[in-house]
């Protein structure tokens, strides 16, 4: 069983940035696609990011091109989410999430239907 676990949120102004990470106990992420979803209170959830089991290809929700960044360090068995020039709606429960590698990269990332779940953590944007 995948057990991922987040880190790196907290309180930001905006225009900030946060740099979130995501990692498994006792397994290797390696051969797993890895997304960002968030969910702000008494909104739906959303996907944020995704990249592939092997780095070389990612997805970013339109609201986020530009200011975030995903990318993942093998050797440390790490995700990341760097998130730059924050604003106010970015503000959420940012929840790390993994699918098994297959044909098509991040599929379950595009359906929003992910194997493993991790339990959030939250990013606040405010002055």
């Known amino acids: 069983q995948l057990q991922l676990v987040e880190s790196g949120g907290g309180l930001v102004q905006p225009g900030g940035s946060l740099r979130l990470s995501c990692t498994a106990s006792g397994l290797t992420l390696d051969y797993y696609d890895i997304a960002w979803f968030r969910q702000a209170p008494g909104q739906e959830r959303e996907g944020v990011s995704c990249?592939?089991?092997?780095?070389?290809?990612?997805k970013y929700a339109e609201s986020v091109k530009g200011r975030f960044t995903i990318s993942r360090d093998k050797s440390k068995n790490m995700v990341y989410l760097e998130m730059n020039s924050l604003k106010l709606e970015d503000t959420a429960d940012y929840y790390c999430a993994a699918e098994p590698e297959g044909y098509y990269y991040c599929s379950g990332y595009v359906s929003g239907h992910m194997n493993y779940w991790g339990k959030g953590t939250l990013v606040t944007v405010s002055s």
């Open positions: 990249i592939s089991s092997s780095g070389g290809s990612t």
